[in-house]
């Protein structure tokens, strides 16, 4: 349990990255799903760094390796949180961007826990 909320802790960190991000390059007029992209692969970064220091602990894998699967558990779920958010926004375009991303965050992160978890710190 200490491992999960450890993980929730790191992923807040990501949510604010991500949120950052996005809110910026908005304001560059940068459109909702390009601006969400950048952003995505903002905290993505930014995660496995905390994840595999604070939540896990390194995997024993080359680092080239560990990022490897990371990035592919990352892409996995990052395409869930992304679809949540992008039906979101195309559907309701009065919401919010920041509510549409919580929303795909929320959605993708058990998915995420059990993939980091099981595919790229497991033994």
């Given at each position: 349990m200490k491992r999960f909320i450890r993980f929730l802790l790191v992923g807040a960190v990501g949510f604010l990255v991500d949120a950052g991000v996005l809110?910026?390059?908005?304001?560059?007029?940068?459109?909702?799903?390009p601006a969400r992209m950048v952003a995505?692969?903002?905290a993505l970064t930014v995660t496995w760094l905390m994840n595999r220091s604070m939540t896990f602990s390194p995997s024993g894998r080359?680092?080239?390796?560990?990022?490897?699967r990371y990035g592919g558990v990352g892409?996995?779920?990052?395409l869930v949180n992304f679809a949540?958010?992008?039906?979101?926004?195309?559907?309701?375009?009065?919401?919010?961007?920041?509510?549409?991303?919580?929303?795909?965050?929320?959605?993708?992160?058990?998915l995420s826990y059990f993939g980091y978890s099981k595919l790229v710190f497991g033994r």
């Open positions: 809110l910026g390059l908005l304001a560059l007029s940068l459109g909702p799903l995505i692969a903002l080359s680092l080239v390796a560990e990022g490897g892409l996995a779920t990052s949540v958010y992008s039906l979101l926004i195309l559907a309701l375009p009065w919401l919010p961007p920041i509510l549409a991303l919580a929303a795909g965050s929320a959605t993708a992160t058990l």
